[in-house]
T-cell receptor
Framework: QKEVEQDPGPLSVPEGAIVSLNCTYS??????FMWYRQYSRKGPELLMY????GNKEDGRFTAQVDKSSKYISLFIRDSQPSDSATYLC??????????FGTGTSLTVIP | GAVVSQHPSRVICKSGTSVKIECRSL??????MFWYRQFPKKSLMLMAT?????????EQGVEKDKFLINHASLTLSTLTVTSAHPEDSSFYIC??????????FGPGTRLTVL
């Protein structure tokens, strides 16, 4: 079993839709949870960084961590064509060794 | 947020030559830097982890004599692809972190070996 599981998609939504991206994990010791956005031929860009459980909101983006279910989510409200990218989840126990999902490819159709 | 740069962004070289890629943390001291390789439409593949002042730790299947990593200072790590061959053509991405923080990625280097 992989440490982190992420549905690769692809996922296509119309502009303005709410997007839900998810990852599950098996290691209950993970404490740090990240979401990255990667445009084609670019390095991943940190979107959200949360510690332990709970929600974090930043503009149109909300990250949720449910440690009891070992499940994390990223919600994108009012999705825009510029949100079209691959979204990677990542997690870590103590900020030294990181585990990445395979990435979900998202296309927002105008 | 923290900024990581990579140089060059793109390089084309002949088979058999060596190529050096630099990764710099611009506004923080990176105690650990990571090197990844990524094929088109594929996920990141961790190649090695390097801590400042010590030898890099390579992932299984990565040839350490082929991919030389030097992390000589808290703001600079280099990856040298020695005797490059066409199968080494790929997108190489570095990332940097300081203790207790997340990874910040560079913009990547596209290597094409002819």
């Amino acid at each position: 079993q992989k440490e982190v599981e992420q549905d690769p998609g692809p996922l296509s939504v119309p502009e303005g839709a709410i997007v839900s991206l998810n990852c599950t994990y098996s290691n209950s010791a993970f404490q740090y949870f990240m979401w990255y956005r990667q445009y084609s031929r670019k390095g991943p860009e940190l979107l959200m960084y949360t510690y332990s459980s709970g929600n974090k909101e930043d503009g149109r983006f909300t990250a949720q961590v449910d440690k009891s279910s070992k499940y994390i989510s990223l919600f994108i409200r009012d999705s825009q064509p510029s949100d079209s990218a691959t979204y990677l989840c990542a997690m870590s126990v103590a900020g030294n060794q990181f585990y990445f999902g395979t990435g979900t490819s998202l296309t927002v159709i105008p | 947020g923290a900024v990581v740069s990579q140089h060059p962004s793109r390089v084309i070289c002949k088979s058999g030559t060596s190529v050096k890629i630099e990764c710099r943390s611009l506004d923080f001291q990176a105690t650990t830097m990571f090197w990844y390789r990524q094929f088109p439409k594929k996920s990141l593949m961790l190649m090695a982890t390097s801590n400042e002042g010590s030898k890099a730790t390579y992932e299984q299947g990565v040839e350490k004599d082929k991919f030389l990593i030097n992390h000589a200072s808290l703001t600079l790590s280099t990856l040298t692809v020695t005797s490059a061959h066409p199968e080494d053509s790929s997108f190489y991405i570095c990332s940097a972190t300081e203790p207790g923080d997340t990874q910040y990625f560079g913009p990547g280097t596209r290597l094409t070996v002819l």
